[in-house]
Every structure is written in structure tokens, then in C-alpha cells.
């Protein structure tokens, strides 16, 4: 593995490509981690440069595709031209249970499919007339959301307005979501949004609702989880095991019922800390309910989240804790003994959006790999500080890096596997190198929990050790 000082040349040589203006901004996005720091040392959540490929989404992507699309009983409306929701559509594998077009509606793309005329004249009328049809073709709907594509905030149309109005007029909740792509610098600012808008559209209504809500004190929420290839049920399967009631999922096989009824619960479980930490600051402000952060991936991690989360409860919870980490013990022994003996020792490099880039690094060291560079596509601050708790010293560490940037680090620290995104995939694996897509699982998961474990160690196993590899060269060998 490269030293810190290897690593903060190869920076230096992979930026001189660059003008010196466009250099000298980069610089501050890229890091060489140094063991005992509490921070990576990079600068995030910035513009990102003209003129260089980055793979961030925009603000409508970090509401639709990420916080409001998974709730399966609404209906959101992409409200804009059609291309939006249409090149977004379903590409983040949010699994869910009912009937599509019926009770849910998750793989469905609704969009008011804006035209010249509508940027002249005005959205207004067609978006009331598309809730209208909703109302008449999809009755059992649990209410409906509209979520801003650009040309909607360019032309100033009045959604709010439509929505006060249409809400009324149908008696179910319709939410006006102003996550016009140009806000903010990336999708981060979507999620940010999107949580807003529960908090000012949602919860107020539902407080009314509560009042005949039965608790129990092992009430639960997920928050922050997707539910990408069956994530958040390979959760909710341990959380149940020791005994916790969970009573709303936000927002992967989620429904509006479970959001409404989340300000009940007794501690809100957060494992997508950047998308959702917003809402749950609120909870814990005006609900008083406490939020914790714990992590799925890998045994390691798994065990020690299922006993922090069982300390917040009394002593049967924290049995049952111990009780479900050693029935489970067997299961995982058998995955690292079939897997890491095939993959230990492997590096890898991450690159992907606000959670995983850390998250997952204990899966990969519980199956004997090692981290040796790994950035974020929209992370802030705190995600960095974050991270030092998981990654060793002179790791490689690059922000909101450039197609350009990851190529060329790649090229030199020549990890066995790359780990990123689908806009990475085809690049990488034209080069002969081992990828799998850590957005969307690579078609396949769960990756959470023990069961999703077993299913992530072979997929490593699958891509890494493919005999494909061996029939194309890269191009450094040639
Ligand atoms: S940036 Fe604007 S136009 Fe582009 S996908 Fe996002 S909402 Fe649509």
C-alpha cells in the first residue's frame, strides 16, 4: 500500500493535468488521510466544477429518487418535462410489497410531461388537472406528492397553491416538493428539501391523527433505508428478532401511513445518516425522540450496532440482542470460511454517494479486504469526520471526484476492485478491472444484515475472482 507522502504526490501529478485555476480548486477536495486525525482534511458540498465530468445528481433526484419515490402508497408526480422522471425512473431498485397500480405505485412514472406551451403559459392548470385523473384512475392512492422538476421554479409556477387546493378537494395530503434540479450543488440539497417539506406538510396534519395511536415502548423507526435488492427487510428482520416493534420504514417499502405515525415511536434508527438526519434532528427538537446511527453492513458492525441499539432498551432487549448475534454466529462463521480465504488481501477503492463510501468498509475488512482510497459524490462535513473512524492511515481520500481524477487513481494504485456507480462501471470494467455498482446493489443484494451479508461477500467473490479477467488485458500490462 502507498504511504501518505506516495499518495499526496500522486495528488500533485494527477492535478497538474489541469489549468492552474482549476487545480488549485481541486487540490482542496483531495486528501491523504493521516492516522490520529479527526478529519479527512478535504473541502465538500461545493460547486463542482464547468467543465469537468462529475457524477453527482441534482436536487430533484435526492427527493424523488431517493427520499419521497420509495413511499409506495402515494403517488409523486415528476412535474415537469418528461425526461426527468423518465431517465430516473426505478433505477434505484426500491423493493416493496403490493399490488402496482392498484395499492402501490412504485414502479410507476407519473409526470405532468411539460411542453413549450406550459413554459409560456404556466403549469398550474395541467398539474391540478393530472391530480384530478390520479383521483379518478388510481382511487386508492394514499395521497400525493409533487416534486419540481427545473423548468417548474424557472417559470415560478405556484404549486403550493395547487396542492392547498387539490388537498382539499380530494381530503388526502398532496405535497408540493420545490426540488427544482438547479437548487443546491448536488442531490444533497434534495434531501434536504424533501425532508422539509415532511416536516412543515406532514407531520402538522398528522399530529392530529396520533392522538389514537396505541405505542409500546419498543417502538422503532428506519430511517434512512431504501430498501435497495431487500435491504431494509434484511434489517427489520434482526430488529425485530430482539424485540424492537417497527413501526415505520422511511422510505424503502415504506407507506404515508408509517411516516405520519413515525413521531410516536421511542428512538428513530438512522442508517443513511446524510439523507435523513435532517428529519430526525426534528424529531428529537419538537418530539423529543432520541435518533441513533448504526451500521448493517458486515458482522462486525452488524453485532456491534445490535448491542448499542439494545442498550437504549431494558435488559430482555439486550438478551435477546445477545441471543440473535450468536444464532447467527454459525451462518456468518460458514460465509468467512467459504469467501475470505478467495478474497483476503484484495484492495478495493469506493467511490459513492453520502453513507456507503464509510459504511461499508467493515464489510469488506471482515472478509479480509482493505480500503485503500475512498471518496464521496455529496457528503458534507461531518460525513468526513466520520469517516477517519474507518479508514486507516494514508488512505487516499477524494470528494465529489472528477471522471478524470478517479481514472488516474485508479491507474496508479491499481486496486483489485473498484466499487462505485453505473456512470464508473463500463469505464473500469473496459479496463479489466473487477467492479461491482454500490449504488443499486449491481442487480442484486440484500447487502444489509446477516442475511445480506452472505449475498455480499459472494458477489465480491463473483466479481473478483471471474475468469473473465484473465481474457483482457489492462492497459498498463500491455
Ligand atoms: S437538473 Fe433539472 S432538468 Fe436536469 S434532471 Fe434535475 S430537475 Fe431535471
Given at each position: 500500500m502507498a504511504t501518505v507522502e506516495e499518495n499526496k504526490k500522486l495528488i500533485k501529478d494527477v492535478l497538474a493535468t489541469y489549468p492552474e485555476k482549476t487545480a488549485k480548486k481541486r487540490e482542496k477536495h483531495l486528501n491523504v488521510y493521516e492516522e490520529g486525525k479527526d478529519d479527512c482534511g478535504v473541502k465538500s458540498n461545493k460547486q463542482s466544477l464547468p467543465g469537468v465530468m462529475t457524477t453527482r445528481g441534482c436536487a430533484y433526484a435526492g427527493s424523488k429518487g431517493v427520499v419521497w419515490g420509495p413511499i409506495k402508497d402515494m403517488i409523486h408526480i415528476s412535474h415537469g418535462p418528461v425526461g426527468c422522471g423518465y431517465y430516473s425512473w426505478s433505477g434505484r431498485r426500491n423493493y416493496y410489497i403490493g399490488?402496482?397500480?392498484?395499492?402501490?405505485?412504485?414502479?410507476?412514472?407519473?409526470?405532468?410531461?411539460?411542453?413549450?406551451?406550459?413554459?409560456?403559459?404556466?403549469?398550474?392548470?395541467?398539474?391540478?388537472?393530472?391530480?384530478?385523473?390520479?383521483?379518478?384512475?388510481?382511487p386508492l392512492n394514499g395521497g400525493i406528492s409533487i416534486q419540481s422538476?427545473?423548468?417548474?421554479?424557472?417559470?415560478?409556477?405556484?404549486?403550493?397553491?395547487?396542492?392547498?387546493?387539490?388537498?382539499?378537494?380530494?381530503?388526502?395530503?398532496?405535497?408540493?416538493?420545490?426540488?427544482?434540479?438547479?437548487?443546491?450543488?448536488?442531490?444533497?440539497?434534495?434531501?434536504?428539501?424533501?425532508?422539509?417539506?415532511?416536516?412543515?406538510?406532514?407531520?402538522?396534519?398528522?399530529?392530529?391523527?396520533?392522538?389514537?395511536?396505541?405505542?409500546?415502548?419498543?417502538?422503532?423507526?428506519?430511517?434512512?433505508?431504501?430498501?435497495?435488492?431487500?435491504?431494509?427487510?434484511?434489517?427489520?428482520?434482526?430488529l425485530e428478532e430482539i424485540g424492537l416493534r417497527v413501526v415505520a420504514q422511511w422510505s424503502g417499502d415504506g407507506t404515508f401511513t408509517?411516516?405520519?405515525?413515525?413521531?410516536?415511536?421511542?428512538?428513530?434508527?438512522?442508517?443513511?445518516?446524510?439523507?435523513?438526519?435532517?428529519?430526525?434532528?426534528h424529531m428529537e427538537e419538537k418530539y423529543g425522540i432520541p435518533w441513533l446511527e448504526y451500521n448493517f453492513f458486515g458482522p462486525t458492525k452488524i453485532a456491534e450496532s445490535l448491542r448499542t441499539i439494545a442498550e437504549r432498551f431494558d435488559e430482555t432487549i439486550q438478551a435477546k440482542a445477545e441471543e440473535v448475534i450468536k444464532k447467527y454466529q454459525k451462518q456468518c462463521d460458514d460465509v468467512l470460511a467459504k469467501y475470505r480465504p478467495r478474497l483476503e488481501g484484495k484492495t478495493v477503492m469506493m467511490m459513492v454517494g453520502g453513507l456507503r463510501p464509510r459504511h461499508v468498509v467493515p464489510a469488506f475488512q471482515d472478509l479480509g479486504m482493505k480500503m485503500i482510497g475512498t471518496g464521496y459524490e455529496f457528503a458534507h462535513g461531518d460525513d468526513y469526520k466520520r469517516t477517519t473512524k474507518y479508514v486507516d492511515d494514508a488512505t487516499l481520500i477524494y470528494d465529489d471526484a472528477t471522471a478524470y481524477e478517479f481514472e488516474e487513481f485508479v491507474k496508479k494504485l491499481k486496486p483489485d476492485l473498484v466499487a462505485s456507480g453505473v456512470k464508473e462501471k463500463y469505464v473500469f470494467q473496459k479496463m479489466a478491472l473487477p467492479f461491482r455498482q454500490m449504488h443499486s446493489w449491481d442487480y442484486s443484494g440484500p447487502y444489509h444484515g446477516y442475511d445480506g451479508f452472505a449475498i455480499f461477500a459472494r458477489d465480491m467473490d463473483l466479481a473478483l475472482n471471474s475468469p473473465t479477467w484473465g481474457l483482457v488485458g489492462t492497459p498498463w500490462n500491455k
Open positions: 399490488t402496482t397500480g392498484v395499492d402501490t405505485f412504485g414502479t410507476m412514472n407519473f409526470t405532468s410531461d411539460f411542453q413549450e406551451r406550459d413554459i409560456v403559459f404556466g403549469g398550474d392548470k395541467k398539474l391540478s388537472k393530472i391530480i384530478d385523473e390520479i383521483e379518478e384512475l388510481f422538476e427545473c423548468p417548474v421554479g424557472l417559470i415560478g409556477d405556484d404549486i403550493e397553491s395547487v396542492a392547498r387546493a387539490k388537498s382539499k378537494e380530494i381530503g388526502k395530503s398532496v405535497v408540493p416538493v420545490r426540488c427544482e434540479g438547479f437548487r443546491g450543488v448536488s442531490q444533497s440539497l434534495g434531501h434536504h428539501i424533501a425532508n422539509d417539506m415532511i416536516r412543515d406538510w406532514v407531520f402538522p396534519a398528522a399530529d392530529a391523527e396520533n392522538a389514537e395511536f396505541e405505542g409500546t415502548p419498543y417502538d422503532v423507526a428506519i430511517i434512512g433505508d431504501y430498501n435497495i435488492g431487500g435491504d431494509a427487510w434484511s434489517s427489520r428482520i434482526l408509517e411516516m405520519k405515525a413515525t413521531p410516536k415511536v421511542k428512538l428513530n434508527l438512522i442508517h443513511c445518516y446524510r439523507s435523513m438526519n435532517y428529519i430526525s434532528r
